[in-house]
């Protein structure tokens, strides 16, 4: 089969072009936006109100019954930071933590 340089040339042109027109219509990604919101929109978690009680005197009340007494010095997504009375800093993971009362 002998190929000519036109033939291929056009061959190539025109895939691309069809290429191009396939995937740059906005259109077809619709659906993805309507699964995931607003396309470039970061989703935000609900507030747990951990914020609040930065720099506070609390107690907080662990799902075995436990409870750890002192000052909440910082609130991350997982963990709480706390400076202990009778111990050093303790790293409270939120999981096991049932309530938080301000003393």
């Given at each position: 089969m002998?190929?000519?340089k036109q033939s291929?040339?056009?061959?190539?042109?025109?895939?691309?072009?069809?290429?191009?027109?396939?995937?740059?219509?906005?259109?077809?990604?619709?659906h993805v936006g309507m699964l995931q919101g607003d396309v470039g929109a970061r989703q935000r978690k609900p507030?747990?109100?951990?914020?609040?009680?930065?720099?506070?005197h609390v107690v907080l009340k662990m799902s075995d019954g436990s409870t750890i007494e002192g000052i909440l010095l910082e609130a991350?997504?997982?963990?709480?930071?706390?400076?202990?009375?009778?111990a050093g800093i303790i790293y409270v993971s939120k999981g096991f933590v049932k309530t938080v009362r301000t003393v």
């Open positions: 002998v190929c000519d291929n040339h056009e061959y190539n042109s025109a895939y691309k072009d069809n290429k191009s027109k396939r995937y740059s219509s906005s259109k077809d990604y619709q507030s747990d109100f951990s914020e609040e009680y930065v720099g506070k991350r997504r997982y963990w709480f930071k706390v400076k202990g009375f009778d």
